[in-house]
């Protein structure tokens, strides 16, 4: 079957730097996105990987290793908002995407 | 950037009745939508993916008779939920593809749905 884990909850500090893990296993793989999602809220997208290696854009990368079926968001110069839950999503061969049950981040300050 | 207008964002209603959610593209053709519940803190579980002018394809377990899904044009997708119940009460998020074979995703607002 398709399955995706990530970590249930995470905690970190205020200006800190965490890393949230998501590994896969898919039948076929299209690319591997980052979401956002405040509670109460919609998703927003965060990154897209579909290629091995780092993306950066601004705080947050996002690493993509497709042999180990393994990407980890990496979230630097942590503020209160980002506070969130965080869903790895990967497109299957069929290009529909698998959810992750998401990560809960708790910032401390 | 690409936009993706739900409405209502919120909606309460008594047990028996009907209730229709709209999803529109505001400035892409989206020819594949997404909908999406959400339980709280649950991951989004895909409901049905809507396809223009077919019959929207259901997910294993979600009652199509319940959950009635129109795709009339390639802006605008409904979901009606039908003689709802208290344990429909949920976060309803619709989702509209951009572009073919990249899947990216433009997320509605949600509806919180509470039916009394």
């Known amino acids: 079957g398709q399955n995706i884990d990530q970590p249930t909850e995470m905690t970190a500090t205020e200006g800190a730097i965490v890393q949230i893990n998501c590994t896969y296993q898919t039948s076929g793989f299209n690319g591997l996105f980052w979401y956002q999602q405040h509670a109460g809220e919609a998703p927003t997208f965060l990154s897209y990987?579909?290629l091995d290696g780092l993306e950066e854009k601004g705080r947050f990368s996002s690493f993509l290793s497709r042999s180990k079926g393994y990407s980890y968001l990496l979230l630097k110069e942590l503020q209160m908002k980002d506070s969130a839950s965080y869903l790895c999503?990967?497109?299957?061969?069929?290009?529909?995407?698998?959810w992750g049950a998401g990560t809960k981040l708790i910032i401390k300050p | 950037g690409a936009v993706v207008s739900q409405h209502p964002s919120r909606v309460i209603c008594k047990s028996g009745t009907s209730v229709k959610i709209e999803c529109r593209s505001l400035d892409f053709q989206a020819t594949t939508m997404f909908w999406y519940r959400q339980f709280p803190k649950q991951s989004l579980m895909l409901m049905a993916t809507?396809?223009?002018?077919?019959?929207?394809?259901?997910e294993q377990g979600v009652e199509k008779d319940k959950f009635l899904i129109n795709h009339a044009s390639l802006t605008l997708s409904t979901l009606t939920v039908t003689s709802a119940h208290p344990e429909d009460s949920s976060f309803y998020i619709c989702s509209a593809r951009d572009g073919y074979g990249v899947v990216t995703l433009h997320f509605g607002n949600g509806t919180r749905l509470t039916v009394t």
């Open positions: 999503a990967v497109t299957d061969s069929n290009y529909q995407l698998i």
């Open positions: 809507s396809n223009e002018g077919s019959k929207a394809t259901y």
């Open positions: 990987n579909v």
